[in-house]
């Protein structure tokens, strides 16, 4: 652990060991592994696109910290914060990112806009992504370890043009939930007519 090259101590409040140490904490094996890749995709993609690696690394790797709390966590939060109660009819495939990142915020120290709306905005999107927030979903879509039907033509548009990718995965996200008959959180909605359709 010691080797790599951040250590994220400029953004959170806790080095990268004393980070992945909380990590596995609330995630298992698989989830923790999935995070470590993203980490390393999120760098991979922040060098291409000429933005601070450091910063999209850190985004990457906490992206699923809150993945798999207990859904009083989440609720809490929501409450406490006085969220759209609207979150609470769904559930942690939105919670983890829309409201997890205020756990990472209390209990990890981290605190820089950039990495909070990256994790805040990566299942769901959002109209205005910065490069970080395209960085970390477009990161935790091709990771190394995703192997669905079109994941190839995903990273090959990724590294071609981040925002294209980001196109292809909001547009592909929705019909999937769309096909699946699941309902789609409004800000999901608001953040495909900008994405995708062009909205402003």
Same mark, same amino acid.
């Given at each position: 652990?010691?080797?790599?090259?951040?250590? /994220?101590?400029?953004?959170?409040?806790?080095?990268?060991?004393?980070?992945?140490?909380?990590?596995?904490?609330?995630?298992?094996?698989?989830?923790?592994?999935?995070?470590?890749?993203?980490?390393?995709?999120?760098?991979?993609?922040?060098?291409?696109?000429?933005?601070?690696?450091?910063?999209?690394?850190?985004?990457?790797?906490?992206?699923? /910290?809150?993945? @798999?709390?207990?859904?009083?966590?989440?609720?809490?939060?929501?409450?406490?914060?006085?969220?759209?109660?609207?979150?609470?009819?769904?559930?942690?495939?939105?919670?983890?990112?829309?409201?997890?990142?205020?756990?990472?915020?209390?209990?990890?120290?981290?605190?820089?806009?950039r990495i909070l709306n990256a994790v805040k905005y990566h299942t769901i999107g959002a109209p205005d992504m910065d490069k970080y927030a395209q960085i970390t979903y477009m990161a935790d879509f091709i990771e190394p370890a995703r192997d669905f039907e079109g994941v190839q033509e995903a990273r090959d548009i990724t590294h071609e043009n981040l925002w294209q990718g980001?196109?292809? @995965?909001?547009?592909?996200?929705?019909?999937?939930?769309?096909?699946?008959?699941?309902?789609?959180?409004?800000?999901?909605?608001?953040?495909?007519?900008?994405?995708?359709?062009?909205?402003?």
């Open positions: 652990m010691n080797e790599f090259k951040y250590n /994220y101590t400029k953004y959170a409040k806790m080095n990268r060991d004393e980070i992945l140490t909380e990590m596995q904490k609330h995630l298992n094996d698989e989830r923790f592994q999935h995070c470590l890749r993203v980490e390393q995709t999120a760098i991979e993609l922040a060098k291409e696109n000429d933005v601070d690696p450091e910063i999209a690394g850190l985004a990457g790797l906490v992206h699923d /910290y809150a993945k @798999q709390r207990p859904n009083e966590d989440f609720i809490k939060v929501i409450v406490d914060h006085h969220l759209d109660p609207d979150l609470l009819n769904y559930g942690k495939a939105i919670w983890h990112g829309y409201v997890g990142y205020l756990l990472i915020q209390a209990e990890l120290g981290i605190n820089d806009a980001v196109i292809y @995965q909001n547009e592909n996200t929705m019909k999937f939930l769309i096909g699946k008959n699941k309902a789609i959180y409004p800000a999901a909605i608001v953040a495909y007519n900008a994405i995708v359709a062009g909205l402003k």
